[in-house]
């Protein structure tokens, strides 16, 4: 069974920093994991993602301001600073499977960018 466990949402002030983690099991070969977000009233949008041997790519909101890594294939790293309270939303993990090109989503994990 595929899971993928996002940890490190929570409050933060602005102009602070958080360090959001995703950890994908079930899923041999992924190509791709990445992270997307969603406001209330908002669509979700893409926030950061990396393919299998690839550097990341970034929305245009996030870029100089996030950083996404990867500790291993199935592992993902968001090092997020200088966030303001449009960072504020739910913070989806989403990787793909590479034998079958299936995506998956974890639970998701909030963040709020509040004084």
């Known amino acids: 069974q595929v899971q993928l466990v996002e940890s490190g949402g929570g409050l933060v002030q602005p102009g602070g920093s958080l360090r959001l983690s995703c950890a994908a099991s079930g899923i041999n070969f992924n190509i791709w994991m990445g992270w997307y977000r969603q406001a209330p009233g908002k669509q979700r949008e893409f926030v950061a993602g990396i393919p299998a041997g690839g550097s990341a790519n970034y929305a245009d909101a996030v870029k100089g301001r996030f950083t996404l890594s990867r500790d291993n294939p199935n592992t993902v790293h968001l090092q997020m600073t200088s966030m303001n309270p449009e960072d504020t939303a739910g913070y989806y993990c989403?990787?793909?499977?590479?034998?079958?090109?299936?995506?998956?989503w974890g639970r998701g994990t909030q963040v709020t960018v509040a004084s």
């Open positions: 989403n990787a793909q499977r590479g034998t079958d090109f299936s995506r998956f």
